[in-house]
């Protein structure tokens, strides 16, 4: 392993220690508990550094008594205190497992808590799965994904959103292309555990005089499968399964949430932009930017909007918002004059529908109608994940 020690304050570092935790996250009681390869913890041995988060970070770990393989995701001390994700995940695990849609959301195997000097860092053993939607995209340089791919896959959000909706009241919030995981084979795990070449470490001296080891993240690659890739039969073994709960909501606890400004930006449904109260309709829009997203390889509004545009952008794209909707929305008059005009020049209007048809042409009809169904500004009139499940767009 390459080691770099220098100070905190060095410009000096290798490119990649910029886009892992950073070291300021370390040495407090709301922070990252240090975690090296080789070392144990909680009865799981470390062996690869799978990736990190705002909150979190992940590792590939083997169960010392049994040899199971997790991912071992470590909370930092602020979110093992104040994100209700073990909840979450254990109603997951608990409920209903034979609905189809409990297969593609990631499983809990085990937790744990680890002590260190005043921090306590809530540890979570997930089941390991590959890289995320929004890493596999990148290896197709920009390109939309193939049809078949994308339907198999929607599908299968769409059956864990039925799951978590009807039969574990949890609303997700944050559905995107991250959030999405690729199942792979225990052969690719087994063949994953020794990485092919070394991993990078970065030691850090901290004013405190702390040393802080930082290893380079390194996701399971997932495999393309061999043959056409246009074919829809060459995608019949992709599983996939929604991730990430840090954020989620019980349904009928919304007015109790972490946040009101639920969703990345780009995906966040009108309801939420105006803050007229939100449901489980939310993850509902946020399945249709996604669709919309794999199958033309490009956002439906642009990750880096302003939130002030994108109820404009709405109007552009869906038409006027609803007057009900606008004066429930305790901050429409960011947006909206007294008589429910937007305040600001809106540019000509632009349907989804010919934004389709202009990027996603083998599919258009189908994901027009699909997508029509989703972008419904009111969320009371906004189809149900299981609603969703019998359009034409969906059918396996």
Known sequence: MSRNSTSA???????????????????????????AIGQELGGYAILRKLGCGVYSTVWLAQRKHDGEFAALKVMSGLASKHFPELDFLQRMRNQSPSHPGSLHVTRLIDHFHCSQEDQDNLCLALEPLSE?????????????????????????????????????????TDIKPDNVMLAISPEILQASVTPTSEIPVDVTVTP???????????????????????ASETWKDVQCKLAD????????????HLMELIQAPALRAPEVCLGAGWGKPADIWSIGCMAYQLMTGSSLIHEESADVSIPNLHAIFFGDCPQDLVQRGKYSHMFFNEDGTLKYKMDERVTVAEMVKRRAPGDADLLIDFLNQVFVLDPALRPTARDLLEHEWLRP
């Open 9 to 35: 304050t060095s410009v000096d570092r290798p490119g990649w220690v910029s886009r892992e935790e950073p070291v300021e996250s370390y040495g407090k009681e709301s922070g990252f508990l240090p975690v």
């Open 132 to 172: 995320s939607l929004h890493s596999f995209s990148k290896r197709w340089g920009g390109a939309r994904f193939p049809s078949g791919f994308v339907r198999r896959v929607m599908r299968q959000v769409v059956q864990g959103i039925d799951f978590m909706h009807t039969e574990c009241n949890i609303i997700h």
């Open 208 to 230: 405190a005089g702390k040393e802080i080891t930082r290893t380079l993240s390194t996701p399971i690659t997932y495999p393309v499968p061999p043959g056409d890739l246009g």
């Open 245 to 256: 709960f840090g954020v989620s909501c019980w349904a009928d606890k919304t007015e109790e």
